[in-house]
């Protein structure tokens, strides 16, 4: 019996021996098997995140933030105690205790699983799981998976520390709100650091992991509060709260950024502007995309913050006063359903949720409306952001009588004298409130209109190249094509200056004699025959007056004179173009290029010739300190010295390259000066300091610009259709063009001031009279007397005219300088007044040359 009894035992005992060695050896087998060709869970040890780049001021202030996953990484030793231990208690309440998986918690969800026949299958996975799930693995439910989950766990626990796990999983984890990490979350949730964090805040965000589109702050409020007052419960359970700070608590409403509680984190970054958009463009050529984007590059802008938005506000200004003055309403493109117009609640969420343009301030902010009504002569409107008052908001019939409703059929109507001559129920448009200059009282809203006219705008200082401000458009919500780089227009006559730089360089000198004649050239397309914007001819003129006055056909007599090929090369030396055509129509600016080359070019001839790379980044740093990118690479010991004698500032050594003599950038200048001082800019640039520079228009007007500069700054403008076509008879770069320059400059002198433009060593002054360049005494003055300056070692010849190569009829019609008189008086030292003779004409020239 004895022996019964212990064989049956002993049989129970090895098939329980062997069903357990069986289950132990298909269990090995299985984590043998999946675990041959997992992920290395070492590289964990050297992740780094994906972050936020950031973009800073010169003044440290973020002006722009790009990510793919909005994330900002917090160190383990940064992240509060309090958040960590909300987590925990949520997730993993044995993090602190497990070896990467936790059984019970496994088995438990089995038998819910079970017993709910499969409709509650909840996961188990611990915090380090959900590492290897995110890092790792894919996130699908499945036991194979599963299986990978628990090995990779069991791994990583022998590999890192449990926190560098939780540093990884609070720094990974996806928190709703394109938000990535607790620390973006408490941002964009509470606009808290993560040490400011109240109990119930920090049970918040650990509420949300599990599902954050189910636990919305508002959309699913109350949800959202019963998940945070459990986790409350659980950090209780464990020990992390006492009772009564749990009461507190979890008395504590709900609140969020996004149910205005507070205000969003936003609200402190201003929009988004061509500016850091083109610092994005450029960056991701430079770093790839991929760094860009989630590399937490720290990047420090060269925009000056009091600047850009007068930048804005000066182009934005000649934009709309062109397309008012044409006086044609264009029918709106953005409308609203009637049946959404008759509940303020139903019309604000919809006017919410229109793409219109919310970036404009110009004369005060411009507000996107929708008209609500149409009356018998105003139209009442629904302002975002605007509260409704008791007699509510209206378009006025005298607001509106400047302009004509041109519909999408193309035809013009009447001119307006009722609000409903151009408004319909259901457009949205913009609006500004018009108010008293005298104490700012409300006066009225103004109707008004994004211009389709569009132009460019940027700032740069001479010497290093940085960007100091840039607008590429009227609203950058509106298009965000970046006219200022990315455009590619002719400049027109202001290209000349590179014409007349390769000609001075050459030998000739400001006061040399070009004829303005007319000319035939046999082209492919056809006989061409270029002509000055006067439509008249001037005879033989000194170079100044030929750039003062912008002549097309000494222009063109130049280059023939100097080549082409030459001409190209330096306009290719100055950046202009990479590889410009050697057509003598390039001559006056036919080929295109963008204003911020123009802009960057114009600058080596205000810095003495010296070679400029324009940016809008000073320096870029990696997400841990270390510099990247620094722009300024001048040398300077000195600078590494702890300390210098007093008064005694540090060396800098300029390793830049010279591009031009510094003699022919100074007799450059010399000439653009008169551009602006009676030249085609006189009328329009006026500025307290000197100021030189040129305008550009090309044929009918297509693209008008005017770029200048002074002794520090330089600043450059174009005006144009998107699709090129004639601006108006009257349009010009002086007129259109001008106005910008002057109205940043007057800012841009004031705060960075201005001086006389260096005068290079080797070279001296000889007076002439620069409209007949006839050499006068050392003592002349008078309005036409101006002094030259010439390079010492070379004897200016008097009298000697350059054709081009191009014949001259002895009957060409030459009219003489428009009110320059046909003799010129000036003032010698001895106090007496001579006469300079009449205006060189072609019998002087061919009875024994110039005067």
Same mark, same amino acid.
């Given at each position: 019996?004895?022996?019964?009894?212990?064989?049956?035992?002993?049989?129970?005992?090895?098939?329980?021996?062997?069903?357990?060695?069986?289950?132990?050896?298909?269990?090995?087998?299985?984590?043998?098997?999946?675990?041959? @060709?997992?992920?290395?869970?070492?590289?964990?040890?050297?992740?780094?995140?994906?972050?936020?780049?950031?973009?800073?001021?010169?003044?440290?202030?973020?002006? $722009?933030?790009?990510?793919?996953? %909005?994330?900002?990484?917090?160190?383990?030793?940064?992240?509060?105690?309090?958040?960590?231990?909300?987590?925990?208690?949520?997730?993993?309440?044995?993090?602190?205790?497990?070896?990467?998986?936790?059984?019970?918690?496994?088995?438990?969800?089995?038998? $819910? #699983?079970?017993?709910?026949?499969?409709?509650?299958?909840?996961?188990?996975?611990?915090?380090?799981?959900?590492?290897?799930?995110?890092?790792?693995?894919?996130?699908?439910?499945?036991?194979?998976? *599963?299986?990978?989950?628990?090995?990779?766990?069991?791994?990583?626990?022998?590999?890192?520390?449990?926190?560098?796990?939780?540093?990884?999983?609070?720094?990974?984890?996806?928190?709703?709100?394109?938000?990535?990490?607790?620390?973006?979350?408490?941002?964009?949730?509470?606009?808290?650091?993560?040490?400011?964090?109240?109990?119930?805040?920090?049970?918040?965000?650990?509420?949300?992991?599990?599902?954050?589109?189910?636990?919305?702050?508002?959309?699913?409020?109350?949800?959202?509060?019963?998940?945070?007052?459990?986790?409350?419960?659980?950090?209780?359970?464990?020990?992390?709260?006492?009772?009564?700070?749990?009461?507190?608590?979890?008395?504590?409403?709900? *609140?969020?950024?996004?149910?205005?509680?507070?205000?969003?984190?936003?609200?402190?970054?201003? +929009?988004?502007?061509?500016?850091?958009?083109?610092?994005?463009?450029?960056?991701?050529?430079?770093?790839?995309?991929?760094?860009?984007?989630?590399?937490?590059?720290?990047?420090?802008?060269?925009?000056?913050?009091?600047?850009?938005?007068?930048?804005?506000?000066?182009?934005?200004?000649?934009?709309?006063?062109?397309?008012?003055?044409?006086?044609?309403?264009?029918?709106?493109?953005?409308?609203?359903?009637?049946?959404?117009?008759?509940?303020?609640?139903?019309?604000?969420? #919809?006017?919410?949720?229109? *793409?219109?343009? %919310?970036?404009?301030?110009?004369?005060?902010?411009?507000?996107?409306?929708?008209?609500?009504?149409?009356?018998?002569?105003?139209?009442?409107?629904?302002?975002?952001?605007?509260?409704?008052?008791?007699?509510?908001?209206?378009?006025?019939?005298?607001?509106? &009588?400047?302009?004509?409703?041109?519909?999408?059929?193309?035809?013009?109507? /009447?001119?307006?004298?009722?609000?409903?001559?151009?408004?319909?129920?259901?457009?949205?448009?913009?609006?500004?409130?018009?108010?008293?200059?005298?104490?700012?009282?409300?006066?009225?809203?103004?109707?008004?209109?994004?211009?389709?006219?569009?132009?460019?705008?940027?700032?740069?200082?001479?010497?290093?190249?940085?960007?100091?401000?840039?607008?590429?458009?009227?609203?950058?919500?509106?298009?965000?094509?970046?006219?200022?780089?990315?455009?590619?227009?002719?400049?027109?006559?202001?290209?000349?200056?590179?014409?007349?730089?390769?000609?001075?360089?050459?030998?000739?000198?400001?006061?040399?004699?070009?004829?303005?004649?007319?000319?035939?050239?046999?082209?492919?397309?056809?006989?061409?025959? +270029?002509?000055?914007?006067?439509?008249?001819?001037?005879?033989?003129?000194?170079?100044?007056?030929?750039?003062?006055?912008?002549?097309?056909?000494?222009?063109?007599?130049?280059?023939?004179?100097?080549?082409?090929?030459?001409?190209? @090369?330096?306009?290719?030396?100055?950046?202009?173009?990479?590889?410009?055509?050697?057509?003598?129509?390039?001559?006056?600016?036919?080929?295109?290029?963008?204003?911020? %080359?123009?802009?960057?070019?114009?600058?080596?001839?205000?810095?003495?010739?010296?070679?400029?790379? /324009?940016?809008?980044?000073?320096?870029?740093?990696?997400?841990?300190?270390?510099?990247?990118?620094?722009?300024?690479?001048?040398?300077?010991?000195?600078?590494?010295?702890?300390?210098?004698?007093?008064?005694?500032? +540090?060396?800098?050594?300029?390793?830049?390259?010279?591009?031009?003599?510094?003699?022919?950038?100074?007799?450059?200048?010399?000439?653009?000066?008169?551009?602006?001082?009676?030249? &085609?800019?006189?009328?329009?640039?006026?500025?307290?300091?000197?100021?030189?520079?040129?305008?550009?228009?090309?044929?009918? #007007?297509?693209?008008?610009?005017?770029?200048?500069?002074?002794?520090?700054?330089?600043?450059?403008?174009?005006?144009?259709?998107?699709?090129?076509?004639?601006?108006?008879?009257?349009?010009?770069?002086?007129?259109?063009?001008?106005?910008?320059?002057?109205?940043?400059?007057?800012?841009?002198?004031? *705060?960075?001031?201005?001086?006389?433009?260096?005068?290079?060593?080797?070279?001296?002054?000889?007076?002439?009279?620069?409209?007949?360049?006839?050499?006068?005494?050392?003592?002349?003055?008078?309005?036409?007397?101006?002094?030259?300056?010439?390079?010492?070692?070379?004897? /200016?010849?008097?009298?000697?005219?350059?054709?081009?190569?191009?014949?001259?009829?002895?009957?060409?019609?030459?009219?003489?300088?428009?009110?320059?008189?046909?003799?010129?008086?000036?003032?010698?030292?001895?106090?007496?007044?001579?006469?300079?003779? /009449?205006?060189?004409?072609?019998?002087?020239?061919?009875?024994?040359?110039?005067?």
């Amino acid at each position: 019996m004895l022996r019964f009894i212990l064989s049956f035992f002993g049989g129970i005992f090895t098939t329980i021996t062997m069903a357990i060695g069986m289950v132990a050896l298909t269990v090995g087998a299985v984590f043998w098997m999946y675990g041959r @060709d997992l992920p290395s869970h070492e590289s964990l040890a050297q992740y780094s995140p994906p972050t936020i780049s950031r973009i800073y001021s010169g003044q440290g202030q973020i002006i $722009d933030e790009f990510a793919k996953e %909005r994330r900002l990484f917090a160190p383990a030793d940064t992240i509060p105690d309090l958040v960590k231990q909300a987590f925990i208690s949520a997730e993993d309440k044995n993090f602190y205790v497990h070896d990467g998986y936790d059984l019970r918690g496994i088995g438990a969800a089995a038998i $819910d #699983a079970v017993r709910s026949r499969g409709r509650d299958v909840r996961g188990a996975s611990t915090i380090t799981q959900q590492v290897m799930k995110n890092f790792l693995l894919s996130g699908d439910r499945q036991a194979e998976r *599963k299986i990978k989950e628990i090995i990779l766990a069991a791994r990583l626990e022998e590999t890192l520390s449990k926190e560098q796990i939780l540093e990884l999983y609070l720094n990974e984890i996806f928190l709703g709100q394109n938000s990535y990490g607790v620390a973006a979350a408490s941002q964009t949730y509470f606009n808290k650091p993560l040490s400011d964090l109240a109990p119930h805040e920090a049970a918040f965000l650990a509420s949300l992991p599990k599902a954050p589109s189910d636990y919305h702050p508002v959309r699913q409020k109350d949800r959202l509060k019963a998940r945070r007052d459990f986790v409350l419960k659980e950090m209780i359970e464990n020990g992390y709260l006492d009772r009564a700070t749990y009461e507190v608590e979890v008395a504590a409403p709900v *609140k969020s950024v996004q149910n205005g509680d507070f205000e969003s984190f936003k609200a402190e970054l201003p +929009p988004r502007d061509y500016f850091t958009d083109e610092i994005r463009r450029q960056l991701t050529d430079d770093f790839g995309e991929g760094e860009f984007f989630t590399g937490g590059l720290t990047v420090r802008a060269t925009i000056d913050q009091e600047l850009q938005p007068v930048a804005a506000a000066s182009l934005r200004r000649a934009l709309e006063d062109y397309d008012r003055a044409q006086g044609i309403w264009r029918e709106a493109s953005i409308k609203i359903a009637p049946e959404q117009l008759e509940d303020e609640a139903l019309w604000r969420a #919809a006017l919410s949720e229109t *793409k219109i343009a %919310r970036d404009i301030d110009l004369d005060g902010p411009w507000y996107p409306a929708v008209v609500l009504s149409v009356g018998a002569k105003d139209a009442r409107i629904g302002i975002e952001g605007v509260t409704e008052d008791e007699d509510g908001h209206f378009i006025t019939a005298n607001d509106v &009588t400047w302009a004509r409703k041109k519909p999408t059929d193309g035809k013009l109507q /009447p001119k307006a004298k009722t609000a409903g001559d151009l408004l319909e129920v259901g457009d949205v448009v913009h609006v500004r409130a018009i108010t008293k200059d005298e104490d700012g009282t409300f006066v009225r809203w103004s109707l008004r209109q994004v211009p389709r006219v569009q132009g460019g705008f940027v700032a740069m200082d001479v010497n290093t190249g940085r960007v100091l401000a840039m607008q590429g458009g009227f609203s950058y919500q509106s298009s965000v094509f970046n006219r200022a780089t990315q455009a590619k227009r002719q400049p027109g006559s202001s290209f000349k200056p590179f014409v007349y730089a390769s000609a001075l360089d050459s030998g000739y000198s400001p006061a040399t004699i070009v004829v303005d004649a007319p000319i035939e050239i046999n082209t492919p397309q056809g006989l061409w025959r +270029p002509r000055n914007a006067s439509n008249e001819f001037y005879g033989p003129t000194p170079l100044r007056t030929g750039i003062e006055r912008s002549r097309n056909l000494m222009t063109i007599r130049l280059a023939q004179e100097v080549g082409m090929d030459v001409v190209a @090369d330096y306009a290719e030396r100055f950046g202009v173009y990479d590889n410009m055509g050697t057509f003598l129509a390039n001559a006056l600016g036919s080929e295109e290029t963008t204003l911020y %080359r123009m802009v960057a070019a114009y600058a080596m001839f205000a810095n003495g010739g010296e070679r400029v790379q /324009p940016t809008l980044v000073d320096r870029v740093q990696d997400r841990y300190g270390k510099t990247i990118y620094r722009h300024d690479d001048r040398l300077c010991y000195d600078c590494e010295l702890a300390s210098l004698d007093p008064g005694i500032p +540090p060396k800098i050594i300029s390793n830049r390259e010279q591009v031009m003599d510094p003699v022919t950038a100074y007799q450059l200048t010399s000439m653009m000066r008169g551009v602006v001082d009676r030249g &085609t800019a006189s009328r329009t640039v006026n500025l307290p300091v000197p100021t030189a520079g040129k305008t550009g228009t090309t044929n009918d #007007a297509k693209d008008v610009w005017f770029v200048g500069f002074t002794s520090n700054i330089v600043a450059g403008c174009y005006i144009g259709y998107d699709q090129p076509r004639s601006l108006g008879r009257g349009a010009s770069g002086g007129g259109m063009c001008g106005p910008v320059f002057q109205r940043f400059m007057e800012q841009a002198t004031q *705060k960075y001031g201005g001086g006389p433009f260096e005068v290079p060593p080797g070279g001296r002054f000889i007076k002439i009279d620069r409209y007949t360049g006839a050499r006068l005494d050392d003592s002349a003055t008078g309005e036409t007397v101006v002094a030259e300056y010439f390079r010492d070692g070379e004897q /200016p010849i008097f009298g000697l005219l350059y054709d081009g190569g191009f014949a001259m009829g002895a009957n060409l019609p030459l009219f003489k300088e428009v009110g320059s008189g046909q003799t010129t008086e000036v003032t010698t030292s001895t106090g007496e007044t001579t006469t300079v003779g /009449p205006k060189a004409n072609f019998g002087t020239l061919s009875s024994g040359g110039l005067y």
